[in-house]
């Protein structure tokens, strides 16, 4: 019934950029902080960035200015512009949402309601 469903994904050069979405459904959408969350190969979840129900942001500082948020509340959908991406970034990358305004910058399943498949980024030459 509720899903968040990421895409986007991909094999990408250093240097080069992918747009990720994450549809969701089953719930009010603009009632919710999202939150993109990573996992490197071999390592835990990593925070990334978040986007409040006033559409606020708050991205992680080392990917400030070369990763964006945004949200399309008509369409349901969640988005993550990645550019200039490094090796480092490659890892699979999951959409969380959590109700009504939220800040904290926590990468553990168990404090969002929802949470999505990921979608996988490999950036290798």
């Known amino acids: 019934e509720v899903q968040l469903v990421e895409s986007g994904g991909g094999l990408v050069q250093p240097g080069g950029s992918l747009r990720l979405s994450c549809v969701a459904s089953?719930?009010?959408?603009?009632?919710?902080?999202m939150t993109w969350v990573r996992q490197p190969p071999g390592k835990g979840l990593e925070w990334i960035s978040n986007?409040?129900?006033?559409?606020?942001?708050y991205v992680e500082d080392s990917v400030k200015g070369r990763f964006t948020i945004s949200r399309d509340n008509a369409k349901n959908t969640l988005y993550l512009q990645l550019n200039v991406l490094q090796t480092d970034d490659t890892g699979r990358y999951y959409c969380?949402?959590?109700?009504?305004?939220?800040?904290?910058?926590?990468?553990?399943?168990?404090?969002?309601?929802?949470w999505g498949q990921g979608t996988q980024v490999t950036v290798s030459s």
């Open positions: 089953g719930f009010t959408f603009s009632q919710y902080t």
């Open positions: 969380a949402a959590k109700k009504g305004p939220y800040w904290v910058k926590d990468s553990r399943r168990e404090a969002y309601d929802y």
């Open positions: 986007i409040g129900v006033a559409h606020s942001t």
